[in-house]
């Protein structure tokens, strides 16, 4: 279930509550009844270190990109590497 942040507008006062998607927003704050504004806040997720998406996908010019770009290049098609389209399939 996904912690949602709200603020409310005339204390201030923010306000943390765990509720499922299919539940009604806070209204109405807790310590003085006032409006209450939905927060957008950061995300606590984060992708650290190596992995497919690091490996594979974010580094156009890595290591494997780079050595077949010359063949690639050399092939006349469309690689990252040398400005193309290509994913960095290989073929």
């Known amino acids: 279930m996904p912690i949602y942040e709200y603020e409310c507008q005339e204390c201030q006062k923010v306000v943390e509550q765990w509720q499922s998607i299919s539940e009604a927003p806070l209204s109405s704050c807790p310590e003085c009844s006032g409006e209450m504004k939905k927060l957008i806040s950061s995300s606590s997720f984060q992708l650290k270190g190596g992995g497919w998406y690091a490996d ?34 290989g073929s």
Not at 66 to 83: F, I, V
């Open 56 to 89: 594979g996908y974010s580094n156009c010019g890595s290591a494997s990109a780079s050595s077949s770009s010359s063949t690639d290049s050399a092939k006349g098609s469309s690689c990252p590497a040398a400005g193309g389209g290509c994913g960095g399939c």
